[in-house]
C-alpha cells in the first residue's frame, strides 16, 4: 500500500536495539501467512499487548509502548510517537503516563486508549496532526460517511466497535477505504491487504467520537442483528457434498477445512474435537459416546493454520503460541445451534486444540428425561421444589453433570422464582436465568461471584463448582439462610460428597444440616439397535476373562452372570462405528440426607462406610446396582459396566 513507508515515519525514536527489533516486527508482520480472511484481523481486536514489556515486540504499538525502566529524560520515557505529541504539546507526560497504564490494564493499543480517553481534551487536534503526518485523509461527515459503511462476512457490523474498523465503498459499490480509529496497527493493515490483493483499498482516519456514532446509527437502524451474531454463522454441508470434501481434505481452505471438521463431528455425534499434531503428521480424533476414534489425518504442514483459524473464531490470541488458552464460539451445524468450548495446549510438536462441542438441542427440559429411577425421581423433584437445602451432584469430567444442572433448572418455575447461576464457563444459556460468567483476570471467582448473587434477593442459586473452602462454605450459609443451591463436587460416589465438604473443613452440624440431596453419576455405552443380538452367560464370561476381568473381580462387585442364560450385545454396524454401542445412557446414586445420617455425621466415632451401609439399607441405589438393572433391561452389557463402575 501506498501508506507503508509514511505509516512508521513518526515512530522512530532513534537507533540501537529498539529500531532493530522494530524492523524485525515489520518484516514479520509482512510475511506472516493468513490461514483466513479474517485472521490477523480477530488478533488485533483480542490480543492483550504487553505494552510494558522490553522483550519481543508484537507490534508497532508494543515498540511505542516501551519504556526505560530507569529513564530519566522524557526522551528515554516515551519514545516514537508519544514523544512527537508532546513535542507538540498535545500531550503532556503525566497523560502519557497515565495512557500507558491504561493501554496495559486494558489489552488495548495504545493509539486507540489515546484517543478513546474521555479525559484528553486534545483529540480532534491529534486527530488532524497524525493524518496530516501520516497523509491520510481524516473524515468528520456522518451524513456522507453514513451509505458508505457495508459489512462482510468476516467483519459483520457487529464486530466493527471492537476491531476498530470500518470498511467503506466507492460510488461504484466496491469497497476501496476502510476506516479506522488507530492508523498504527499494523495487523489490520495486513488484513485488508490479505483480504483486497487485487485491488488497493487505501485507509482513512475516523474521529473516535464519529465512529462510535456510526454504529450507533446503523443499530437503530436495525442492519446490525446482535442475535443472528450471537447464534452463530450456519454450516451446511449435504451428504453428498461431505463425500467430496474428504477426498479432496489437502486442497480444502482452511476456513472450509474447520467447518468441515466441525459438521462431520457434530454428524458422529461426537462430544469433543481433538486435533494434535505429531511428529510427522496432524490428527483429528473425535470422541464419540466418551471414546476417542481417530477421524482424519492432516499434512503436518497445516497445523499452524488450522490452530490459527480456530483460536481467530473463538477470540484467543492468534500470537501467544507458549501459553494455553481458553476460547468458545457459536456455529449452527445443519440446522442445529452448537456452542463450542476452544482449550489450546502448546506440546514439542505445535499446538493442540481441543473443542468441546456443546449441542442445544440435545438439552434435557426437564429431570424425568435423564433416566433416573423412579423412587430417585421422586426424591429429586422433593428437593427441587423445597424451601432451602443444598443439592450436590459429583462425578468425573464428563459424566454429565452439567446436563442434570440444567435439568433442575429447567424445571423450575422461573416466572416466579429468581434464579442466578455463576459458572465457569457458561455452556448454555437459560431463558429466564440469569448466568454469570467467572473472569479470575479480575477477580471474579466462584467465592466472590456467590457472595454478589446473594445480593440479588435470588430463590435459586446455581454454583458451577465447589473447589475450596471458601466457595463450600458460601455455598453452605446460602442453602441454610433460606436459598436452593445447586453445586459440582469431584468425589467418587454420593456419600463421598460428606467426606469431601468435611475435608474442605466445613463444620459437621453445617454439612449436616445444609446438605439434602447428594447425587453421583456415571454415562454409560447403550447397545446399538442396529445390529443388537443375544448370547449366552457362558460367552459373556469368556469376553470379560479375556478383558482381564477375573470371576474374584466379578464377586468383589456383586455381579452374578448366569451361564445359561442370553444376555444382549451389539455385534458392531456401520451405525455404531464398529464398535456394539450407540448413545449414552446416565446411572445415578442418590444419598438422601436424613435425621439417622445427621446423627452419624455429628457423632465423634463418624465412619463413612457406615454411612454409606445405612444409605443402603434405607434404600439407596448404588451406581453399580443402576447399571447392572440397565444391563437386565437390555441396555448396556456387563463390559461397560465395569469399565466405568468398575472402581465405584
Known sequence: MAMDETLLSPLSGGSGPDSTRLEATVEEASSTPAAAVDETLQAAA????????????????????????????????????????????????????????????SGKTLFRVLVEEPTIRSVDKICEWVAEKLGIPLLSSETLLLPRVVETEWLPFSRMEDFGLLLLENEQGEISQYGVIDPYDLRIRDTISDCFSEREVNPVLI??????????????????????????????????????????????????????????????????????????????????????????????ALCKEIASRIKIISGMDVAEKRRPQDGRFARVVNGKPIDVRVSSFPTVYGEKIVMRLLDKSTLQPSPEHLGLLERDLRILKEKISAPFGMVMISGPTG?????????????????????????????????????????????????????????????????????????????VQASLTGHIVFSTIHTNDAVGVVTRLLDMKIEPFLVSSALTLSIAQRLVRKICPHCK??????????????????????????????????YAQGSGCSYCRDSGYLGRQATFELFEMSNE???????????????????IESGMTTLIRHGLGLVEEEVTTFSEIIRVLGEC
Open 46 to 105: 483480542t490480543d492483550p499487548l504487553p505494552v510494558s514489556s522490553l522483550n519481543v515486540a508484537n507490534s508497532v504499538d508494543d515498540f511505542l509502548a516501551i519504556r526505560a525502566p530507569s529513564g530519566r529524560t522524557v526522551e528515554e520515557r516515551f519514545p516514537g510517537l508519544i514523544m512527537a505529541l508532546i513535542e507538540q504539546q498535545l500531550l503532556t507526560p503525566q497523560d502519557a503516563e497515565k495512557l500507558i497504564q491504561h493501554a496495559d490494564n
Open 533 to 566: 443380538t443375544e448370547i449366552s452367560g457362558a460367552e459373556v464370561l469368556q469376553q470379560l476373562r479375556r478383558e482381564g476381568i477375573s470371576l474374584e473381580r466379578l464377586s468383589a462387585l456383586e455381579i452374578e452372570i448366569d451361564p445359561a442364560l442370553g
Open 399 to 475: 459424566s454429565g453433570k452439567t446436563t442434570t444442572l440444567y435439568s433442575c433448572l429447567g424445571s423450575i418455575d422461573k416466572e416466579k422464582k429468581n434464579v442466578l447461576t455463576v459458572e465457569d464457563p457458561v455452556e448454555y444459556r437459560l431463558n429466564g436465568v440469569h448466568q454469570m460468567q467467572v473472569n479470575n483476570k479480575i477477580g471474579l471467582n466462584f467465592a466472590s461471584g456467590l457472595r454478589t448473587i446473594l445480593r440479588q434477593d435470588p430463590d435459586i442459586v446455581m454454583v458451577g463448582e465447589c473447589r475450596d473452602q471458601e466457595t463450600a462454605a458460601m455455598a
Open 207 to 300: 474521529h473516535p467520537q464519529l465512529f462510535f456514532s456510526l454504529l450507533q446509527r446503523i443499530r437503530s437502524q436495525g442492519r446490525a442483528d446482535p442475535v443472528e451474531a450471537e447464534a452463530g454463522i450456519a454450516i451446511d454441508i449435504s451428504a453428498e457434498e461431505a463425500v467430496v470434501l474428504r477426498e479432496r481434505m489437502d486442497t480444502l481452505d482452511i476456513p472450509r477445512m474447520v467447518n468441515y471438521l466441525l459438521h462431520r463431528a457434530a454428524t458422529q455425534v461426537a462430544s469433543d474435537i481433538h486435533v494434535e499434531p505429531t511428529e510427522e503428521l496432524l490428527m483429528v480424533r473425535n470422541r464419540v459416546d466418551g471414546i476417542l476414534h481417530e477421524d482424519t489425518t492432516l499434512p503436518k
Open 597 to 615: 445420617a445427621r446423627r452419624l455425621i455429628l457423632s465423634d466415632d463418624f465412619n463413612v462406610d457406615a454411612l454409606r451401609a445405612m444409605a
